[in-house]
């Protein structure tokens, strides 16, 4: 017999033999046919998020807790077990505030439970009756629109809303400008105009750009919404009276020859994490971190270029490190890209900076009792959010935002620069919870990292941009959309260029694409008149390629769970040169007087092809994608490849050329 004991008590915990995991002494005479460690929290300690292609089991022995499990939440207590799944991801948490939670942890390889696991998780993509709300991060109106811009969360808002309309879900794009940020201050001030009536002025060229690129919405916010300063202060107010939002004095950047506070596109200096001056009010563009507004290193006034000086300011904070449990928690189910996620878990494990609620500014809503401060406009994000959700729901004759929510309980996701994943990943959950529980926290983060334009970041004041406005037009738009989709800088950073642009039109989309499309038709017309056949005999080649078919349709779709146009893209392009090599099997078959009922399945399974790609481009290019479609008849329901009614007229035709 060989008896282990655990700790009982806080006291034990500070002893020097004291292991917070480790095997349990039996385990290595017993050798069992798992694997088993022991494990014990102290009060208020939580696992690291975490998930693997075992199986686990936990038995707890001592203490009680909350375990979390891909947005599940129990409560446990001595004397429970929880099994755990492969790949989901799980943590569990001491509630205690004065005695230690001890656990069995036992885990075990099940490839056949990977597996099916595996295979629920892929299927399990579809969202139900709950409609699905895309907010991509608002444009700042300082400036229109250039691709950089555009092939980030516009595009793959609008993607994504296609996506899942085709899917049969709900989706709404809600869409509009910032508020009121200070790059738009700079930029009026340089132009000698009013801040509203630039902010006014963008705002048009950016939805003229918009619409350019065949970005469709269902809401658009602009600067001057009447009930948007309401909604915000009301977001204020009520932080503040909940002591979420707190007052102090704090040391703040200040221009002695300007006589100002400095912030945001008034300030210029280096992040103190990676030394970039590529910073903007309290994030770097380059790493992404947060930091204190008076931590910039070698700070001046980015007005006169003189140096800044620290002189104290009492405003409005909101300190982000009470709300860590509950953040961290949130963050945990989120669906995000593993850039992303490193970047959170990054985040998380320093402690969580002061976020900025008032400024001094000329501009914006202003904070009672502060002598003219403004909102910082990064705290009104939120806001900007549930005024688009009231105007949603009001045109959906829905008594307002929270009714809406309440009610309706959509997903949320979020479409964002990576430059911006703290504001969007951090701040906006951080500040939409403490307000209000009614609104669903997002479940998916889309960001993206920067495009750049011939190897170098899109510039205004280089004139090293190409405008949204100027770049699309009825020939170029379903070409263009391609070509940012296929290099859109999904993890890493991308770049545009005319050359590189042309040779891809010529290459994939004119060569391989429609040359693929054309043969095709030509085959139609030539064997059948123009009228799809009825699908005979198969041989091995047609069984194969209809084995292709099924691939594309089951495995290119965009879908939220795998969010990756360029996969998509990639997919149809590699599906288009296959079934080229599958035409010329086509042309010998039809040739072939003695193989009639093989040749017309070989015709059939072509245009069940081209039906295929029609409808997974259909996002990308829908325009296009319906043209294409609509040539082979009505498409009947089912996600499986579908063939062409026989008797159908078709003509199948180059879509880029």
Not at 242 to 252: I, K, L
Request: hydrophobic share 45%; with cysteine.
């Amino acid at each position: 017999m060989l008896v282990t004991g655990i700790p009982r008590s806080v006291s034990e915990l500070s002893a020097p033999d004291f292991v917070r995991s480790g095997r349990p002494p039996w385990a290595g005479d017993a050798r069992p046919p798992f694997n088993v460690s022991r494990v014990t929290l102290r009060p208020g300690e939580t696992t690291a998020p975490h998930n693997h292609h075992d199986e686990e089991v936990w038995v707890v022995l001592a203490g009680h807790g909350t375990v979390r499990s891909d947005g599940d939440r129990r409560q446990v207590t001595a004397g429970d077990t929880v099994y755990l799944p492969p790949l989901e991801k799980h943590t569990l948490h001491n509630d205690a505030a004065d005695l230690p939670l001890t656990f069995l942890s036992l885990w075990w390889e099940d490839m056949r439970s990977l597996a099916d696991t595996h295979t629920t998780r892929a299927a399990a993509v579809s969202t139900g009756d709950r409609p699905v709300l895309l907010l991509p991060s608002f444009p700042t109106p300082n400036g229109e629109l250039h691709l950089g811009h555009l092939a980030g969360p516009y595009l793959g808002a609008d993607l994504a809303r296609r996506a899942l309309a085709a899917a049969g879900t709900p989706a709404h794009l809600l869409l509009g400008t910032v508020g009121h940020q200070s790059q738009v201050a700079a930029a009026a001030t340089a132009a000698g105009v009013s801040f509203h009536t630039l902010a006014e002025r963008n705002t048009d060229a950016i939805m003229a750009g918009l619409a350019a690129a065949g970005i469709e919405w269902d809401v658009f916010i602009r600067p001057g919404s009447p009930e948007y300063p309401g909604l915000a202060r009301q977001v204020f107010e009520r932080l503040r009276d909940d002591g979420v939002v707190v007052s102090r004095t704090a040391p703040t950047n200040y221009c002695p020859a300007c006589e100002r506070f400095l912030f945001e596109a008034f300030v210029a200096g280096a992040c103190p994490h990676c030394g970039s001056h590529d910073t903007a009010g309290i994030e770097c563009e380059a790493c992404a971190l947060p930091f204190a507004d008076a931590d910039l290193v070698d700070v001046t006034c980015a007005t006169c270029g003189s140096a800044a000086e620290h002189r104290p300011l009492t405003r409005y904070f909101l300190p982000l490190e009470p709300l860590r449990e509950r953040l961290a928690a949130y963050l945990s189910t989120v669906r995000m890209g593993s850039r992303l996620a490193g970047y959170v878990d990054r985040v998380l494990a320093g402690p969580l900076p002061d976020m900025p609620v008032s400024i001094v500014a000329d501009d914006g809503i202003e904070v009672p009792g502060t002598g003219g401060q403004r909102l910082y406009s990064a705290f009104e994000l939120p806001a900007r959010f549930l005024t688009a959700v009231d105007r949603l729901a009001r045109e959906q004759d829905v008594d307002g935002w929270e009714a809406y929510l309440t009610g309706v309980r959509p997903r949320t996701a979020l479409f964002f620069g990576f430059d911006n994943a703290y504001l969007r990943a951090i701040v906006f959950p951080a500040v939409l919870s403490a307000f209000t529980d009614a609104a669903p926290l997002p479940d998916t983060f889309v960001s993206n990292e920067f495009y750049e334009l011939d190897g170098a970041k899109f510039s205004t004041g280089r004139r090293h941009a190409i405008w949204g406005r100027d770049a699309f037009d009825d020939k170029s738009r379903d070409r263009l959309r391609m070509f940012l989709a296929a290099t859109r800088p999904e993890n890493r950073r991308t770049s545009f260029s005319v050359a590189d642009y042309e040779a891809f039109v010529q290459r994939e989309l004119v060569e391989r694409l429609d040359g693929w499309l054309g043969g095709v038709g030509a085959r139609a017309a030539r064997y059948f008149a123009g009228v799809a056949p009825e699908a005979g005999s198969w041989i091995p080649e047609a069984e194969e390629f209809y084995g292709r078919i099924r691939a594309l349709s089951a495995g290119a779709p965009l879908r939220l769970s795998r969010f990756s146009p360029a996969a998509t893209v990639e997919a149809v392009l590699s599906f288009a040169g296959a079934a080229r090599r599958f035409g010329t099997v086509a042309d010998d078959i039809l040739a072939a007087p003695t193989l009639s009922g093989a040749g017309r399945t070989a015709m059939a399974l072509e245009l069940m092809a081209v039906r295929s790609v029609a409808e997974v481009l259909r996002p990308v290019v829908p325009a296009a994608a319906e043209r294409l479609a609509g040539h082979l008849g009505p498409v009947t329901t089912g996600h499986d490849p579908q063939w062409t009614p026989p008797g159908t007229p078709v003509a199948v035709s180059a879509l880029f050329s």
